[in-house]
């Protein structure tokens, strides 16, 4: 039987007409949620990635910032930008697009954002709070997976759940997610990395299996569980010369392989990537309205 499909352009389409509803309130209380977004140096795919925020931004109603600086600013240049955008009263949320230049310490800058305005979820104090299961802003992707089960009505509670990868923004969240206890959540999760001996075999015990890699179409049909959920985060350019551009996306999960054998599948492109910015969106009217009531 062939996997159903989870639509993550239609399911984020369906949250941001809903956030758009939500802005709408706001405004009738004269708040409008802004989004500021930092851009250090000219990495072309992290200019592509803030355009497509100001663009979703400007669709939901949400005020967008953009500050762009070269390549070459210092460490104290940037840190002052984002401490001018936490005392700034229309802005809700910041986000200071990765990866900085190299002579930059990243986890120094994230760590002087505002929690209050943390949209992206990494600062320390709610990486620590999403840890312990309270309120506050969680990471964009993994929570745009949780999204994607959720309105799919597939419950991780009780079942294996493995991830394919242990880094900051998807992997670890991922796993601090899934193993809460709270409804949506009460899973049994393994994280799986590349020192990972028996990958195969521990792919196979997963009801769900969330690849995030970063290596293409690399989950196998073989490496899945008859009837498993397979959720492919991976977004990887291979060559295509049958293509305009010369390549073509794919995941980190081989698509054609493995919805033959899945119950439910996500696409590459179409899947978790749009999710992931609805959840950026979700997470600036959140603050707005926290804004709100604090006013
Ligand atoms: P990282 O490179 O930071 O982490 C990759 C992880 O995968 C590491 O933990 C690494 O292990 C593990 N890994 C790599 N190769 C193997 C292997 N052969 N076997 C087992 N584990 C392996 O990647 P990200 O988490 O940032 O991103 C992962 C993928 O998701 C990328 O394709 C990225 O483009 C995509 N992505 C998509 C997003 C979306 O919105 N859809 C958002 C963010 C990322 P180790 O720790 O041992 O090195």
Do not use: W
Request: aromatic letters at 4%; glycine letters at 8%; proline letters at 5%.
């Amino acid at each position: 039987m062939e996997a159903i499909l989870i639509d993550g352009k239609k399911v984020s389409k369906e949250i941001k007409a809903e956030l758009r509803e939500k802005v709408i309130a706001l405004k009738e209380k004269g708040i409008i949620p802004g989004l500021a977004a930092v851009l250090i140096g000219d990495d072309p795919a992290s200019a592509t990635y803030v355009r497509s925020k100001a663009r979703a931004c400007e669709k939901t109603g949400i005020y967008s910032d953009i500050t762009k600086r070269p390549g070459d600013i210092s460490q104290e240049e940037v840190e002052q930008i984002v401490r001018d955008l936490n005392v700034r009263d229309d802005i809700d949320g910041i986000l200071v697009q990765s990866p900085l230049p190299k002579h930059m310490d990243e986890p120094a800058v994230t760590c002087i954002i505002d929690p209050q305005k943390d949209v992206d979820g990494f600062h320390p104090f709610n990486v620590g709070m999403m840890l312990i299961g309270q309120p506050t802003f969680l990471s964009c992707t993994p929570y745009g997976i949780v999204e994607l089960m959720r309105r799919n009505k597939i419950d991780p509670s009780g079942k294996e759940v493995v991830i394919m990868g242990r880094s900051n923004i998807v992997g670890k969240p991922m796993a601090a997610i899934l193993m809460q206890k709270r409804q949506g959540a009460n899973a049994t999760v393994t994280v799986c990395h590349s020192r990972t001996s028996n990958l195969n075999e521990v792919c196979r015990r997963a009801d769900i299996l969330i690849a995030a890699m970063g290596q293409p179409e690399f989950v196998k049909a073989e490496m899945i569980k008859e009837g498993a959920v397979v959720i492919d985060v991976g977004i990887n350019r291979v060559e295509d010369s049958s293509t305009e551009k010369g390549y073509r996306l794919v995941g980190d999960v081989d698509f054609e392989g493995c919805r033959q054998k899945a119950s439910f599948i996500t696409p590459v492109p179409g899947g978790v990537g749009p999710m992931t910015i609805a959840m950026l969106l979700t997470n600036t009217v959140k603050s707005a309205e926290l804004r709100a009531q604090r006013s």
